[in-house]
């Protein structure tokens, strides 16, 4: 149900940037570090540039290695890069006047992918850091030290039918401003003639794409990045003060937002079918309500972005549902099939004779007034940055609106970044992905041996990890281990009590809001006792199969509609980790053995309802796992040993190595190789089966 907003809100302001220049810090620098402390400080705000955008320059004297004589080297910051968390060799080095010579290359606009093949030419000292298409931005301007920045308040001024005046009216002529061109040698060429005709100027707005500036040394080249920022937002912070913005809000933030999230996102992961698997990611964040709530919200959606670092990450324009609707597969399922025929016949309109082949046609951003922003990509991470970009094109829409009418990005000029030959051979040059990438597993007692190490294993094939662990902090310091290791973009847990149907739904439903959906799950969650019959309780008989049959049926019944969800992407896997004992009586523990054994028959009914669904489920069999396994550090390890009348130290691990056929000790690490195997595409003919992981124990042979 739709919910109204009682009063109107004011507009979300900018925020104001601030100069964190340290002089003592900088003191102690060498001229190309200065640069990097710049570009850093710069990269590293949000409210400078986003991530990935922006580059900087230098232009330092060097001992040329071939004369051994002083020249004049640009460093600016290489293709692909991101200011804000590069090192020293994210620069490319080039002779500057190798480059100032390349002019006598160039015929006109038509040369730009031309140019592009000379850069390499100019390399100074066999630096392997390939140049951007924004060199000859700072190349051909004869200052010393350039910086040019896309932060939202300058793109609003940027890409707002009234950007120009207001680019007079802030700084009085001291801006220049020139109108959109494509990133190449041309716009270099035009910034360059125009700085010369206008002698004095301190700056130029590129419009649609940002600010270029200059300065003689390293730290009044940021000092004046900052201040002409932060009058670009004070000026529009001025303009919105006290009005709510695009129209006002006729859409509050619904207060069941996270459940609609985590309940729309895997089907539509689901409805997205293509080569790659998408990875999910929703913001609720004050921005993107601000936008999807408001009276403007479709007509400016419809536009789609203008500046090129954003739509790159968001495609042509958004798709947006309608929050009544969501429930409704059909509906969701014709709004995806229709943004796949804009797409296509945007690129059939826009081709040219020698574009690629069209890309995916799904949509990667996805709005639902009350709800938020969704964005998918093919990993998390892209997903993420997609997300964050288009909620800058939500703020540069906002200032725009303020100062006059948003424009976005020419349709014809967008396919033309979207399919430039450049942009597809970087593409191109990307390496294969793992085999993992764009899977999301979640592990119960994920925080223990066996847990952990198979989500290590996953994590290590590129696959998005949900741990959920009844143990808090042990989770917590798994995932921070993991996040170091990993990323933080793909390890997520949570507190999940296995018997408690409450929790298990939540951590599925979690699974879905930060991931997207559900490719694997591997029920390992678990619990040991020993003791003979006389001496069983019921509560004892009871905990086992709560936490070993019940929690496993658990599991698999809030993970089964989101691995349904993926039948015609191929389809999903289902791991449980069961138990020797699950196969092999055992003396002194049938509690244990028959919760396992309840287990493994619940996989094998499990592999039957499945398998239409495309849902394969398989079984591990451990036996004596014992170095890194909670289970045995605890009562388990002494019960067992009293049971064989050993020592419960170095002497209950001999014998259970000495047990096996193998005489090989068992390891987290051995139950993990086997699960991965299960749970990836190299069992995809697999379903109903069990592996035994025991060194050899004949006794527990399944057939």
């Known amino acids: 149900m739709t919910v109204q907003s009682p009063n109107p809100i004011p507009a979300t302001p900018f925020a104001v940037p601030?100069?964190?220049w340290d002089a003592a810090h900088a003191a102690n620098l060498t001229p190309p570090e200065l640069l990097l402390y710049r570009s850093n400080l710069l990269g590293s705000d949000l409210t400078v540039t986003n991530f990935g955008g922006g580059n900087t320059s230098a232009k330092l004297m060097e001992t040329d290695p071939l004369t051994g004589g002083a020249t004049e080297v640009l460093w600016v910051k290489g293709s692909g890069g991101d200011i804000g968390s590069m090192k020293l060799d994210g620069f490319a080095t080039l002779y500057q006047d190798k480059l100032l010579g390349l002019e006598k290359h160039y015929r006109g606009p038509g040369d730009d992918d031309k140019m592009v093949g000379f850069l390499p030419h100019c390399t100074f000292n066999l630096n392997g850091r390939a140049a951007s298409i924004d060199t000859p931005l700072h190349s051909l301007l004869p200052f010393a030290h350039v910086d040019h920045v896309h932060p939202d308040a300058i793109i609003a001024l940027a890409a707002s039918s009234g950007g120009e005046a207001a680019t007079q009216e802030i700084w009085g002529g001291k801006i220049?401003?020139?109108?959109?061109?494509?990133?190449?040698?041309t716009l270099g060429v035009m910034l360059r003639d125009y700085v010369k005709a206008n002698p004095g100027i301190e700056g130029v707005m590129l419009a649609g794409h940002g600010i270029i500036c200059w300065a003689d040394s390293a730290k009044a080249c940021y000092d004046h990045t900052v201040q002409l920022i932060a009058d670009a937002v004070n000026y529009l912070n001025a303009k919105l003060a006290g009005k709510p913005a695009f129209g006002g809000q006729v859409v509050a933030p619904n207060p069941d937002r996270a459940a609609i999230a985590a309940d729309l996102m895997p089907r539509l992961r689901g409805a997205m079918t293509g080569a790659?698997?998408?990875l999910g990611h929703?913001?609720?964040d004050a921005e993107a309500l601000e936008f999807v709530g408001s009276a403007e919200f479709e007509r400016l959606a419809a536009l789609g972005t203008s500046c090129p670092d954003h739509f790159l990450r968001t495609k042509i324009a958004p798709l947006t549902l309608d929050l009544e609707r969501l429930q409704d597969d059909a509906y969701l399922a014709e709004k995806i099939a229709a943004y796949r025929n804009l797409y296509a016949a945007y690129y059939e309109r826009c081709k040219r004779p020698n574009s690629p082949a069209m890309r995916d046609s799904n949509p990667v951003v996805v709005l639902v007034s009350g709800v938020g922003r969704i964005t998918f990509a093919t990993d998390k991470t892209t997903a993420r940055l997609a997300g964050e970009f288009y909620g800058n094109a939500i703020n540069v829409m906002r200032g725009a609106e303020a100062?006059?009418?948003?424009?976005?990005?020419?349709e014809q000029e967008a396919f033309d970044i979207e399919y430039w030959q450049l942009e597809e051979a970087k593409l191109q040059r990307m390496p294969a992905p793992k085999p993992m990438v764009g899977r999301i597993a979640l592990v119960t007692g994920g925080a223990g041996g066996i847990g952990a190490a198979t989500a290590a294993r996953l994590l290590r094939e590129g696959a998005c990890v949900m741990l959920a662990d009844r143990d808090a902090a042990a989770a917590e310091e798994v995932?921070?281990?993991?996040?170091?290791q990993f990323g933080k973009d793909v390890v997520r847990a949570i507190v999940c009590d296995v018997t408690d149907e409450a929790q298990v739904a939540a951590a599925f439903a979690a699974c879905a809001s930060e991931f997207g959906g559900l490719d694997v799950l591997v029920a390992n969650a678990g619990i040991a006792s020993s003791a003979g019959i006389e001496q069983t309780t019921v509560e004892l008989w009871n905990r086992n199969f709560d936490v070993l049959a019940q929690g496993y049926f658990l599991t698999s019944k809030h993970a089964w509609p989101m691995l349904k969800a993926m039948k015609e992407q191929g389809g999903t896997s289902?791991?449980?980790i069961g138990?020797?004992?699950?196969?092999a009586a055992a003396s002194g523990a049938s509690a244990y053995a028959s919760a396992k054994a309840a287990a493994n028959h619940l996989a094998r009914c499990l592999a039957l309802e499945g398998a239409p669904e495309g849902i394969r489920v398989n079984i591990v069999n451990p036996d004596a796992v014992i170095k890194g396994s909670k289970i045995w550090d605890g009562d388990w390890r002494k019960e067992r040993a009293a049971n064989n009348k050993i020592d419960p130290g170095a002497e209950l691990e001999e014998h259970y190595r000495n047990r096996s056929m193998l005489k090989r000790d068992v390891l987290p690490e051995d139950i993990a190789e086997a699960a991965y195997w299960l749970a990836s595409d190299l069992s995809m003919k697999s379903t109903g089966n069990m592996i035994n992981v025991d060194a050899g124990n004949a006794q527990a042979f399944t057939r």
Do not use: C, Q, T
Not at 479 to 484: N, T
Not at 579 to 583: E, G, M, T
């Open 18 to 20: 601030s100069n964190r």
């Open 574 to 576: 289902v791991v449980f």
């Open 403 to 410: 100062i006059g009418e948003y424009i976005a990005l020419d």
């Open 282 to 284: 929703w913001s609720d």
């Open 276 to 278: 790659r698997r998408k």
């Open 176 to 185: 220049g401003w020139l109108p959109w061109k494509r990133p190449g040698y």
């Open 479 to 484: 995932r921070d281990g993991f996040a170091r």
């Open 579 to 583: 138990s020797k004992n699950a196969v």
